[in-house]
């Protein structure tokens, strides 16, 4: 039971909810850069919310089953086909043994996720499948997929594809994109809340970095940890916002970070998207988060 590589598009990863509990030791979280995008995937087959899938960014992969499954595609926009079938993002659907699933186009958005009944039964690496490229752990060898790789399937479900579908909350994204944050703790000049930032093309998985008039920080910034929307601000001025691959702690400025209701929007936002940041209190992460979990598969209003 497996999943053969026949393109491994730009970067395809196996990534669950992420390797929680350990930073306290130095070991990296990982996991999706858009948790409600794997969320649903996983529900929408069947899965628990937080099983192995595949993280697909910017260009698809194409894939062979090798056996009868339920799959579903949520996130990123993406045209595919099984088999030369038209596809239906956000809803799951049959594959039969032997079958294609072949990513064309990407229409909005940055990363798709692919979730298949049963999940992806790589080895777990500190309780979690999830990759960390950088340090070559979980996954798929710790890597992105290749060509030829055959990734194994845990047991098929035996469910039939349902009719339930969903309509992922933060998509499309907004030009600019708008990020909730919590400021500090550390001061920061005003400008940062009223500028709009361009993501640079040298950005990845570890972090963004913004491109927009440098923010005057001064003094020194011992080391802290650090979480997945954090901003820091660099001794140059420059802003870098930390995503799922980011270090456990790091030494600069930190002028805000993303409410977790907002890191699907970030996790979605692409080289050259435009962002900024909008401040929030405690109290109105929590209330919009609450909604953000009510609109997953099977949740309760």
């Known amino acids: ?175 600019p994109v708008v990020l909730r944050a919590i400021a500090g703790p550390d001061d920061v000049p005003a400008a940062f809340w009223g500028q709009t930032f361009s993501i640079n093309p040298q950005s990845d998985r570890m972090g963004y970095r913004l491109d927009g008039a440098p923010l005057d920080v001064s003094g020194a910034h011992p080391s802290a940890g650090v979480a997945m929307g954090t901003v820091q601000v660099t001794p140059s001025g420059t802003c870098v916002l930390l995503m799922a691959d980011r270090a456990t702690s790091g030494g600069y400025a930190r002028a805000a970070t993303v409410i977790t209701a907002d890191l699907p929007l970030a996790g979605q936002a692409a080289p050259g998207d435009r962002i900024r940041f909008e401040p929030v209190d405690a109290a109105e992460a929590g209330e919009v988060l609450r909604q953000m979990r009510a609109h997953l598969p099977g949740a309760r209003s």
């Open 1 to 175: 039971m497996s999943v053969t590589v026949g393109r491994p598009g730009m970067l395809t990863t196996v990534q669950d909810a992420g390797r929680k509990g350990s930073q306290h030791v130095g070991v990296p979280v990982a996991g999706p850069m858009d948790w409600w995008s794997l969320a649903a995937a996983n529900l929408l087959v069947g899965n628990v919310s937080d099983a192995a899938a595949l993280e697909i960014t910017l260009i698809g992969p194409e894939l062979e089953l090798s056996r009868d499954a339920i799959i579903a595609v949520t996130g990123a926009t993406f045209e595919f086909t099984v088999s030369g079938r038209p596809g239906v993002m956000h809803r799951p659907q049959s594959v039969k043994a032997g079958e294609r699933v072949t990513f064309g186009a990407r229409v909005s958005g940055a990363r798709a996720y692919l979730a298949v009944d049963g999940g992806f039964a790589v080895l777990e690496v500190l309780r979690s499948r999830a990759t960390h490229v950088r340090a070559g752990m979980g996954g798929h060898e710790g890597r992105p997929l290749r060509r030829g790789d055959v990734v194994p399937l845990g047991p098929a479900s035996g469910a039939s594809a349902s009719p339930v579908s969903v309509e992922p909350p933060h998509l499309p994204l907004r030009d």
